[in-house]
């Protein structure tokens, strides 16, 4: 059994437990992450074109070693977390395209909501997490990074 689990800054606990708690302890798990070009790709435009004019050491370059070194403390924080042997996985592009990309040919995909966590309902999940559930190439177990909110919170039913 191949597992991934798409670790994300902030709920990745959520995600390393219910790997704990609901794959073997002999599926091979693939934890991973994967950096989005934004906030590089602003710091790069942004020297370019207000400050680039004949000075270096683009601030967008040191943007993109902390993010590397950050991914890196996470994958560990999370293999130490997992306590049983694993594969870390560094990825970077459009982070939902390369989610989905990760786990084809996986037996399953962990991931937690990110949107609204006070109730239940589809905006539990930011885009980038909507996107994947809806084009991963295997199942899904969606965690809620903490609690999860009373059935209180569930939306009425439609009017008709």
């Known amino acids: ?3 991934i689990a798409w670790l994300v800054e902030g709920t990745w606990p959520a ?3 219910a790997v704990r708690e609901h794959t073997p302890a002999g599926a091979e ?4 992450h994967v950096s ?6 602003v ?4 020297f370019a074109g207000l400050l680039g004019r004949g000075r270096r050491n683009d601030p967008g370059d040191l943007m993109e070693t902390l993010n590397d070194g950050s991914a890196a403390e996470l994958l560990a924080a999370a293999a130490e977390r997992l306590g049983r042997p694993c594969v870390r996985e560094e990825r970077s592009g459009r982070v939902e395209r390369e989610v989905v990309a ?3 040919g996986a037996d399953l995909l962990v991931l937690a909501r990110d949107g609204d966590h006070t109730r239940l309902g589809p905006h539990s999940l930011g885009p980038a997490s909507r996107f994947t559930v809806d084009h991963a190439p295997c199942p ?3 965690v809620w990074p903490d609690r999860a909110p009373s059935l209180r919170t569930l939306p009425p039913p439609p009017p008709h």
């Open 15 to 17: 995600c390393v437990d």
């Open 36 to 41: 989005g070009p934004e906030v590089p790709g």
């Open 102 to 104: 990760a786990a084809e």
């Open 29 to 32: 798990v693939v934890l991973l």
């Open 1 to 3: 059994m191949r597992v």
């Open 140 to 142: 899904v177990l969606l």
């Open 43 to 46: 710091a790069h435009g942004a």
